[in-house]
C-alpha cells in the first residue's frame, strides 16, 4: 500500500475545464511538494507546503495543504494543453528516524485536449 | 550550469552482471538520494545520503548499494542484478534545511535499465 495516496491517476479533459487533484495519507508530513514531469525528463518541483492549512497560489495553480499536515491538494483552474504532464506529490515525514526519507504518491497523468 | 548528471542513460544488461549508475551534481547539495519509477506506482526511494560518508535506506532497497565518498558524487550499484530491478531510475539533490526537506530536489535526466 501506498503511504501517499494520489488521485485520480488519469485526468482526461478539455482546454478551459477545471481540476483537482488529491494527495491523502494516514501519516504526519513535515512539508509536502508538488512535481510536474515530462516524459524523458525528471521532475521539477511546482511548489513546497510546509505549514497545515497553508495555500499557495502560482499563477492558475492553488496548492493546499491540511490542517493536519496529513493531505494536500492541486487545483488547476482554466487548464491549458500546456499543464499536460505527470504530476507528483511527494511528502517529507515528520521526526524521528524518517528524517531524509521521501515518500511519492503513484502520480497523477493529466492530458488536456485542445 | 547547475545540474545533475546520470549515466549511462539507457543500459540493457543480463542477469547477475554487476553494474554501476554514476550520478553527479554540481550544486554542492548536502543531500542526494536515488529514486526508481515504475507504472503505477509513481517514484519510490531506494537509499539517500545526508551527507559525505552518510547513507541510509529508502524504501526499497534490496539489491541496491550506494556509496557517498565525496560530496558531489552518489553512485548507485546493482551486485547482482535482476529482472525484478529493471525500471528507470533517477538521483537527485537537494540543500537540507534543519530536520526537513524543505527545499526543492533537483532530478537527474534518469536511467532506463533492463535487465534481461
Known amino acids: 500500500t501506498q503511504l501517499l495516496e494520489q488521485s485520480p491517476q488519469f485526468l482526461s479533459i478539455q482546454e478551459g475545464e477545471n481540476l483537482t487533484v488529491y494527495c491523502n495519507s494516514s501519516?504526519?508530513?513535515?512539508?509536502l511538494q508538488w512535481y510536474r514531469q515530462e516524459p524523458g525528463e525528471g521532475p521539477v518541483l511546482l511548489v513546497t507546503v510546509v505549514t497545515g492549512g497553508e495555500v499557495k497560489k502560482l499563477k492558475r495553480l492553488t496548492f493546499q495543504f491540511g490542517d493536519a499536515r496529513k493531505d494536500s491538494s492541486l487545483h488547476i483552474t482554466a487548464a491549458q494543453p500546456g499543464d499536460t504532464g505527470l504530476y507528483l506529490c511527494?511528502?517529507?515525514?515528520?521526526?524521528?528516524?524518517?528524517?531524509?526519507?521521501?515518500?511519492f504518491g503513484q502520480g497523477t497523468i493529466l492530458t488536456v485536449h485542445p | 550550469e547547475a545540474q545533475v548528471t546520470q549515466n549511462p542513460r539507457y543500459l540493457i544488461t543480463v542477469t547477475g552482471k554487476k553494474l554501476t549508475v554514476t550520478c553527479s551534481q554540481n550544486m554542492n547539495h548536502e543531500y542526494m538520494s536515488w529514486y526508481r519509477q515504475d507504472p503505477g506506482l509513481g517514484l519510490r526511494q531506494i537509499y539517500y545520503?545526508?551527507?559525505?560518508?552518510?547513507?541510509d535506506k529508502g524504501d526499497v532497497p534490496e539489491g541496491y548499494k550506494v556509496s557517498r565518498k565525496e560530496k558531489r558524487n552518489f553512485p548507485l550499484i546493482l551486485e547482482s542484478p535482476s529482472p525484478n530491478q529493471t525500471s528507470l531510475y533517477f538521483c537527485?539533490?537537494?540543500?537540507?534545511?534543519?530536520?526537513?526537506?524543505?527545499?526543492?530536489?533537483?532530478f537527474g535526466p534518469g536511467t532506463r535499465l533492463t535487465v534481461l
Open positions: 501519516s504526519v508530513f513535515s512539508s
Open positions: 511527494a511528502g517529507d515525514r515528520a521526526g524521528g528516524t524518517s528524517y531524509g526519507k521521501l515518500t
Open positions: 537527485a539533490s537537494s540543500w537540507t534545511s534543519g530536520r526537513a526537506l524543505y527545499n526543492e530536489q533537483f
Open positions: 545520503s545526508m551527507n559525505v560518508e552518510v547513507t
